[in-house]
Structures are given as structure tokens and as C-alpha cells.
């Protein structure tokens, strides 16, 4: 099991950016895929972006492509999220999942996320 630990969110105006950390303890994120999801109160948990577990193939939402971008450092076991020109639409909680290698997919799923960080709020005033 993985623990995950997101930061990095607060409150930011329309049109900038932020980038979201999620660390990771209990055992080598390196043969894990490490994904995205964000979730708006009364609304399902998203799919936001992905990255395979060996860093050669990221995916993202529509919504938020050309936009944001992922990155894996796995010597120091930490999954960023980079946000640039945000917008309103992009407040939500967002959360750090990890699934296991030979799950990977073009658009992943919640259902094959195995770990699960507690979320860091994001809030895009307009």
C-alpha cells in the first residue's frame, strides 16, 4: 500500500497557475502508473491526467489539455502536476491515485486506482 500526500493547492486568479505535488511513502511509485482525478462538490470524481509508470506516456482530459502537464521524479517517489491558465472551471478538490502497471489505459479509470491521497483544494477566483 501507498500512502499519497498532495499539496500545493490554494487559491489563485483566473489565467494562472499552479503546480500540485503528490508525495508518495510506503513503497517505490517506479512500477506504478500515478493519475489525477479532481471532484466538485455534488459532482463524480474526474479523470484530470496520467503518467505510465515508466514516464514515457502521459494522458489528459479534454478539458484540461494543452494546459496541464505531468511529471514523475522517482528518485524522490513525487508526482507533480503542473496548472497553467487556469479558470473557474478548474476548482475542485484534486487527488492523487496510483494503479499498477499493467492497468494503464488511454483514459483511466477510478475503478483501477488502487491508493488514494486525501486531496488539496484548488480554488480559480475569476
Known amino acids: 500500500q501507498v500512502e499519497l500526500v498532495e499539496s500545493g493547492g490554494g487559491l489563485v486568479q483566473a489565467g494562472g497557475s499552479l503546480r500540485l505535488s503528490c508525495a508518495a511513502s510506503g513503497r517505490p511509485i517506479s512500477r506504478l502508473n500515478m493519475a489525477w482525478f479532481r471532484q466538485v462538490p455534488g459532482k463524480e470524481r474526474e479523470f484530470v491526467g496520467a503518467v505510465r509508470w515508466d514516464g514515457g506516456v502521459t494522458t489528459f482530459a479534454d478539458s484540461v489539455k494543452g494546459r496541464f502537464t505531468i511529471s514523475r521524479d522517482d528518485a524522490e517517489n513525487t508526482v507533480y502536476l503542473q496548472m497553467n491558465t487556469l479558470n473557474p472551471e478548474d476548482t475542485a478538490v484534486y487527488y492523487c491515485?496510483?494503479?499498477?502497471?499493467?492497468?494503464?489505459?488511454?483514459?483511466?479509470?477510478?475503478?483501477?486506482?488502487?491508493?488514494w491521497g486525501q486531496g488539496t483544494q484548488v480554488t480559480v477566483s475569476s
Open positions: 491515485a496510483t494503479s499498477v502497471a499493467n492497468s494503464w489505459r488511454a483514459l483511466p479509470l477510478i475503478r483501477d486506482m488502487v491508493d
